[in-house]
């Protein structure tokens, strides 16, 4: 079978091919560093996570790029009310960003590029738009005109005439020719604060989806494989993307767009404007585990809406749970031969795994393999009583591909430890104190630090968490 995903832009499934051979472009509208992630994006990078990893599976050589959104409207307000540099201000949410991408085990973009760093590409392409008549200026802000780009709407499904006398879209920008047109460059104004740019097209700061248009082109070119984000970014921000890059360049932006349904509470979107998010820190200091969040972020396909409990993040723990002892197990297991049983169950996972994944990342059979890899080798293990270094090393090498592409298989090493046994250890520690013998305490408090967990003594008893990496 062949690999296959469902592009936004044609509302199919589409065979994927991508323009060079055995090589992949993509690219992720990465965060807006004004506040701290919540899971509902992390879902989004998790996705992304996932086909970035698969298409490695598969065998190309992948290059993706994350923008950090570091200037618009809500990183400004923020330095501006604390009264610091937009840098300082943005810093501490990108440090904690990168910290939540390792605890979710999200593998490393190839390249970060920040929106202030970029500034020159962004006035050169708006440069061209003017040129070209596509934009246009009003005041001291220079505006898209959407009239000029036939194609507008196509990616959303958006009818380019309800859009030209529609509900204006930035209640601010009256002054617009028609309403869906959106500014590519912002003049400066007394609520930036100092927070602007004096450049080609004057003093301000550009428009946030400039930014996206003008980094993916300078570092993927300006024709590239795969754009993601979440479905609230197919409009307005991928389609005024599209309008600008094509406006400028003439040619056809992105292949294959793909975009993941959100994470949902109580029937909402988890959104900060709704005030009812979770930060992955939230999570963890309530005791979860970073890699049950991530099987839970990971495990239903990344185009249904998924709804958001903590019942459903500690039945993943248990799940994991019975993933890593199983790797354990085999990994310890007596000699023996099951005489090729291995090998068929091994084949069956693998074609299955693949089979799913193929199909738009369809992750459900992929997991099954894994499950029915683990219920059929423990049944051979069982009966035959051992198995052969051949065996062990095809199940072992096979799981390591598996987790290449799930990251969460296999067990890690600090988290080898279970809730309940931290909560005895916790009891002992309490123990070992009331009989005043501080040297046990000491080494029971050392023995979980080492392995991820970090006690703090309170008024209402000892609390814990797992630390994040
Ligand atoms: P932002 O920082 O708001 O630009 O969002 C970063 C990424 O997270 C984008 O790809 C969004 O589409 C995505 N996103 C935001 N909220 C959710 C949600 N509740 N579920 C899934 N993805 C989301
Ligand atoms: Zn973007």
């Known amino acids: 079978m062949a690999l296959?995903?469902?592009?936004?832009?044609?509302?199919?499934?589409?065979?994927?091919?991508?323009?060079?051979?055995?090589?992949?472009?993509?690219?992720?509208?990465?965060?807006?560093?004004?506040?701290f992630a919540h899971i509902g994006n992390f879902r989004a990078y998790i996705f992304e996570d996932l086909l970035r990893r698969y298409l490695i599976y598969r065998g190309f050589k992948v290059t993706q790029v994350m923008n950090l959104t570091d200037i618009d409207d809500k990183t400004i307000r923020g330095c501006n009310a604390k009264?610091?540099?937009?840098?300082?201000?943005?810093?501490?949410?990108k440090k904690a960003f990168f910290e939540d991408l390792d605890a979710l085990?999200?593998?490393?973009?190839?390249?970060?590029?920040?929106?202030?760093?970029?500034?020159?590409?962004?006035v050169d392409m708006v440069k061209i738009l003017l040129e070209k008549g596509i934009a246009y200026t009003m005041g001291s802000s220079i505006y898209y005109r959407i009239t000029e780009f036939p194609n507008y709407g196509r990616l959303s499904g958006m009818n380019l005439a309800e859009l030209k006398t529609g509900v204006r879209i930035d209640v601010e920008e009256y002054e617009k020719e028609t309403a869906?047109?959106?500014?590519?460059?912002?003049?400066?104004?007394?609520?930036?604060?100092?927070?602007?740019?004096?450049?080609?097209?004057?003093?301000?700061?550009?428009?946030?989806?400039?930014?996206?248009?003008?980094?993916?082109?300078?570092?993927?070119?300006?024709?590239f494989d795969i754009h993601t984000g979440g479905v609230d970014n197919i409009f307005p921000h991928?389609?005024?993307?599209?309008?600008?890059?094509?406006?400028?360049?003439g040619k056809r932006f992105v292949n294959y767009w793909m975009h993941n349904a959100h994470l949902m509470v109580e029937g909402r979107k988890m959104a900060k404007s709704f005030n009812n998010f979770y930060t992955l820190k939230d999570l963890l200091n309530r005791g979860l585990h970073p890699l049950a969040v991530r099987y839970v972020l990971l495990s239903t396909h990344y185009r249904q809406q998924l709804n958001f409990t903590f019942d459903g993040v500690k039945a993943a723990l248990a799940s994991l749970q019975r993933l890593w002892d199983f790797h354990t197990n085999i990994t310890d297991a007596p000699h023996g031969d099951s005489g090729g049983r291995i090998s068929s169950l091994v084949r069956e996972a693998r074609e299955k795994f693949i089979g799913g994944l193929d199909d738009d990342l369809n992750v459900s059979p992929a997991f099954a393999a894994v499950f029915d890899l683990v219920k059929g080798a423990n049944i051979v293990l069982s009966e035959v009583g051992g198995l052969s270094p051949a065996e062990k090393r095809e199940?072992?090498?096979?799981?390591?591909?598996?987790?290449?592409?799930?990251?969460?298989i296999k067990p890690p090493e600090e988290s080898l430890i279970i809730d309940e046994e931290i909560e005895r250890l916790i009891q002992e520690r309490i123990d070992a104190r009331k009989r005043k013998d501080y040297a046990e305490s000491d080494r029971i408090r050392d023995h979980l630090s080492g392995k991820g967990i970090i006690l703090e003594d309170t008024k209402i008893g000892t609390k814990w968490k797992r630390k994040v990496k």
């Open 395 to 408: 199940i072992l090498e096979t799981w390591d591909g598996f987790d290449s592409v799930l990251g969460v």
């Open 4 to 35: 296959t995903f469902f592009n936004t832009f044609t509302r199919r499934k589409e065979e994927f091919k991508p323009i060079i051979d055995g090589e992949v472009r993509m690219y992720t509208c990465g965060p807006t560093v004004y506040d």
């Open 105 to 122: 085990k999200i593998q490393s973009a190839e390249h970060y590029p920040e929106a202030t760093a970029h500034i020159k590409e962004m």
């Open 180 to 223: 869906a047109d959106f500014a590519l460059w912002k003049g400066w104004d007394e609520s930036d604060g100092k927070v602007f740019w004096e450049t080609e097209l004057g003093k301000g700061r550009p428009g946030w989806h400039i930014e996206c248009s003008a980094m993916s082109m300078k570092y993927l070119g300006q024709t």
């Open 238 to 249: 991928h389609e005024n993307e599209i309008a600008q890059s094509e406006g400028a360049t």
């Open 83 to 93: 009264g610091i540099s937009l840098n300082d201000y943005t810093a501490i949410y």
